[in-house]
């Protein structure tokens, strides 16, 4: 069976990793737009790193009339509990050699101010009760938060009242030093091909059956067929679903969200002084997007400070790409939606376009607000970061991702942007058992997925401690992340 993908991003390349490493017996081509694995939103500076597991995501346990949920929270960080076990494989096999080549232990804080403290202390009470945050910890003690997140604290007035959580076993995660690993491992020992340079314009059937891939490569035009095809090409997965005549297209449409971020190289002191992703609360009426925080990443061996994010409304689809692309796209369905959208979600769209236009002086200023001391203690300047493009479905605007299959299980595509990349195998993984469900029939197979993933459900992580710590433990110590302290 041969089977194309889409991307070359985080998605797709681990959807052909599993796949190849499942069915040995499929061909499977990757074919991608840039250069190399990884480059699109994948790559280092186009994300925040946060290898997001709600530990210090506010929006992720939604306060209701003072009543904390947690749910949200508890999938995602199971997810990514999945996820680490795909990682730690990946280091078994040999694929990745230094597991610090991409993924650092990295403390996970949540900061606020008075305003927020009963909210925050709430929240600690009840996400610490469950086994996945048992390590937890909450301060209103001035010093010892900053112990904790320095940077945050040493040039603010003792008497400003703020409260902290911190998790010491988060994690940052570099996306793409991760992405072209596991792309040169695919190629190398799974037989996995990827064309670079490749820029699919059209995918629809063929008179067969069968999917035809038009593209153009090095100027020329080239086609490719595929019994399945799988699209994870971020914001550029739209236009082609609105071209692939499939019942559901008329239902989804893309509205693209830009972003920038402050960057400071910092040295590795430095980076030991503070090593930490550090979120805070978004302003009264700001989008879950606006979230600021102050983050430590680590690229091919050197430390950085990234602040941000600082959202733009960008008509294009992924980075590079032009407005034309993202205006060709639309089709007359897609209208109600993005004026639904503007009428519905106006405070959003006021504050999208307001960011656009921020200049530096106004950055320098949140980030001052948000880290007292800061914009003068390092050398930052503006980045651009990668380009989301969030779900319209049915006319209501989504902030989380979805994956699309058709009916005859040859079509597959993923849609949206958060949490994205950090549960990217766990969400591949259930992309695969619906996309080819016939592969899990096989005993070799499910063998083989117990072996990668020695426990993929969200239910026994969730609900069995011993099962979580035992399963956490093991791909942490793979990984190289450290346990604990009370472990």
Known sequence: MNVIIIGAGIMGTTLATLAKELAPELEVTILE???????????????????HE????????????????????????????????FWAHLIERGAIKDPK??????????????????????RFKEM??????????????????KSWIPYLMEERPRHEKMAATVIETGTDVNFGALTEQMAAHAVQELGVKIEYGTHVKR????????????????GAAIQHRADVLFVGAGGGAFPLLKKSHLPFRSRFT????????LQAPISAEQAELYRAKTYGKAAVGAPPMSVPHLDLRVADGQHYLLFGPFASFKPVLEKGRGFFDYLSSMRLHDIPGLLNVALEHFPLVKYLVSETFKGEKSMFEELESFAPGMSKKFNWKAIEAGQRVQIIKDGDLQMGTEILVSSDKTYGTLLGASPGASVSPEVMLRCLERLLPSIF????????????FPEDDLDTLINNPERYREIRDSANNLLGIGQPDNQ
Not at 37 to 49: E, I, K, T
Not at 56 to 83: G, R, W
Not at 442 to 449: G, P, S, T, V
């Open 33 to 51: 737009r840039l250069d190399h694995a990884g480059a699109g939103n994948s790559w280092v500076f186009n994300n925040a790193g946060t290898g």
């Open 54 to 85: 709600a530990n210090c995501e506010l929006n992720y346990t939604p306060v209701d009339e003072e009543v904390i949920s947690v749910e949200k929270a508890l999938k995602i960080h199971a997810q990514f509990n999945i996820a680490k076990q």
């Open 101 to 122: 080549s991409f993924i650092n232990r990295t403390k996970h804080c949540t900061i606020v101010s008075e305003s927020s403290i009963e909210e925050l202390r709430l």
């Open 128 to 145: 610490s009760a469950h086994h996945f945050f048992e390590n937890m910890q909450y301060s209103e003690d001035f010093d010892e938060i």
């Open 203 to 218: 995918v629809h059937r063929s008179p067969t059956g069968r999917w035809l891939i038009e593209a153009e490569q090095n």
């Open 254 to 261: 893309g509205f693209p969200v830009g972003g920038r971020f």
């Open 441 to 452: 029939t096989k005993d070799e197979a499910q063998q083989k997925k117990k072996k990668i």
